[in-house]
């Protein structure tokens, strides 16, 4: 499994806006191209000084070759989109990475 994380720094001033719009609309814009199984949204829990919120989105995908796919097809149109709603108000940066195993707390199973 590949996992796509892209992690967004956001101005507070649009914090709701965002959200909303990531949850509503980006997140299954992204899920209905078909090269993604999942996405997760999470909340960066350090904080940031500047009156900033950090975000990362999770998006999973069986193979390599479907991302490569939707950063050819898919990715430009949606990344446009967030620039022209938000501008100069988010930073993000992506990250590409491969799911090796997974572990549980044997606490968490009784």
Same mark, same amino acid.
């Given at each position: 499994?590949?996992?796509?994380?892209?992690?967004?720094?956001? !101005? &507070?001033?649009?914090? +709701? /806006?965002?959200?909303?719009?990531? /949850?509503? @609309?980006?997140?299954? &814009?992204?899920?209905?191209?078909?090269?993604?199984? !999942?996405? @997760?949204?999470? *909340?960066?829990?350090?904080?940031?000084?500047? +009156? &900033?919120?950090?975000?990362?989105? /999770?998006?999973?995908?069986? !193979? *390599?070759?479907?991302?490569?796919?939707?950063?050819?097809? +898919?990715?430009? #149109? %949606? /990344?446009?989109?967030?620039? #022209?709603?938000?501008?100069? *108000? %988010?930073?993000?940066? @992506?990250? &590409?990475?491969?799911?090796?195993?997974?572990?549980?707390?044997?606490? !968490?199973?009784?």
């Amino acid at each position: 499994m590949i996992i796509y994380n892209v992690t967004t720094t956001i !101005s &507070e001033s649009i914090h +709701d /806006q965002w959200v909303t719009w990531m /949850q509503e @609309r980006h997140i299954p &814009e992204v899920l209905a191209t078909g090269k993604f199984t !999942s996405a @997760r949204l999470v *909340k960066v829990l350090v904080g940031n000084e500047n +009156d &900033e919120i950090t975000y990362a989105v /999770q998006y999973t995908t069986d !193979s *390599k070759e479907k991302l490569d796919k939707y950063y050819k097809e +898919d990715a430009p #149109r %949606l /990344q446009n989109v967030a620039i #022209r709603l938000f501008a100069d *108000k %988010l930073f993000s940066f @992506r990250t &590409e990475l491969e799911h090796i195993s997974e572990h549980y707390s044997m606490a !968490s199973a009784q």
